[in-house]
């Protein structure tokens, strides 16, 4: 058997296990928050909620899934493997992400969803916020969830494109399409329930693929020792500096630049959503160990992937590499195998965006009142699988029209709705009392700082775009504090 009919055999075994999961799932959505959050929210309003929910390898492995996907297998390997050592710096802001959102944001986050019946982040952002504003926040902070995600879908379209292209040589058109079509197929079998555990097969997957193909590559270099001393060979000093060759303020603010990715965890409604979910305090901290000992064995694994390829086929496309090392280093059969689990994991990920950017146009935005009056029962549920459609098409469009690398794809969406978000949430979770006009404008002005200077090149830029865009969210954000205490007072 070829290896390309064993990728086939092994994506169909993949879907049907999905589709099962789907129907499995479907038999336990009874309700629009047993769609969108595993019945969780129903807490604040019969008090169930304390039986509901995920438990902790199911929040902690579907968290990992779905912030470490094809970004992480495709992007940022080949941003290593581009860059060298200057890109380890991005590890540690991503743990740091880890531990601000579970174990910072965390508390607040999961006991007041089970409280007050939150369904989404948006819910969570404008619980204390006054009537006239808190429409307002809400809509703006949904355009924006779903603005942020087209461009994250067409990011895992461009990476399962670039999977089935690579497998079975199709065009670039046909594979994002075909890809495309699976995902969304799959998206609308089922909700929350049916993504998150759908997302803990994935990145189960994925630590095996992790594990495996960094190890036979690294073997086939000659070992770590000799990956290290072919790069010092080959490569200019800079590529195995963690400056990157920079110095002083420069390296300085491209190591800054690095670090403040892990904040944009911090305003990502499918990675908060998991911890919303987590059934209770144990869980989540549970929960929050799974996903950090999962994201240290794939990081570790696939900077050394990309390392060991950098040293053997120098020439390779950067965002190629896994696929390309487990072609040439696995035998056809279990090349195959890895192939077909990496391309589902890739196209699997996507169903937590669409069901996040559904959840924004038919909950928050309330786009369900537009359907037909004589659809009686699950207007709310028809809105958002129609919403998972739209979102798809025009990501499609997006990834087919401009084309750009998965990594930087990603990198923009994360960054962007991290400003925008992220300020809010994480002073929520402290606690604070926020005018809703405030909550408004900071929000604008997150957005508007990242997005700016994403436009533009260099480190000055690249600051702004992390750290400004945060340091003028919380300075609006303090004065709408100041704001409400003295009409509190």
Known sequence: ???????????????????????????????????????????????????????????GLSYAASTSSAWVLLGYTGFVFTVGFKALWLIPGIFGGYVLTWLVMGPRLNAETAKRGHITLVDFLVADIGKVWRGRVAALAAVLIVFCFVFYVAAQFQAAGNAFSSTFGLGVIKSVIVGAVIIVAYCLMG????????????????????ILVPTVTIIAAGGMGTVLEVLQAQEAPAYLQLSGGGLGFVAIGGVLGL??????????????????????????????????????????GVTWLALAARALMPTTAPEQIFFVAAEAYLPPILAGIVLAALLSAVMSTVDSLLLA??????????????????????????????AMVGVAIVSVVLTLVVPDTIFDRVLFSWVALGAALGPTALVRCFGWRVSGKYVFVAMLCGFGIAVSASGFQGQIADMAEKWLSWVVGFIVLWFGKMSQAQQTN
């Open 259 to 300: 670090l403040g990715t892990g904040l944009g965890a911090a305003g990502q409604p499918q990675l908060l959503n998991r911890i919303m979910a987590a059934k209770d305090r144990k869980a989540r901290l549970l929960g929050a160990a799974i996903t950090i000992g999962w994201g240290t064995l794939v990081f570790f």
């Open 1 to 59: 058997m070829s290896s390309q009919s064993v990728v086939l055999v092994t994506l169909v075994i993949y879907k049907i296990v999905l589709l099962a999961i789907g129907f499995w799932a479907s038999r336990r959505v009874h309700s629009e928050s047993d769609f969108f959050i595993a019945g969780k929210g129903a807490g604040g309003a019969d008090g169930g909620g304390q039986n509901n929910g995920l438990g902790p390898w199911v929040a």
């Open 191 to 210: 909700g929350f329930w049916a993504a998150s555990i759908t997302d803990s097969l994935q990145a189960l997957v994925m630590v095996g693929a992790c």
């Open 357 to 386: 950017a559904a959840s924004a146009i038919s909950h928050d935005l309330g786009m369900a009142r537009f359907l037909p009056k004589n659809i009686k029962k699950g207007r709310g549920l028809l809105a958002g699988r129609l």
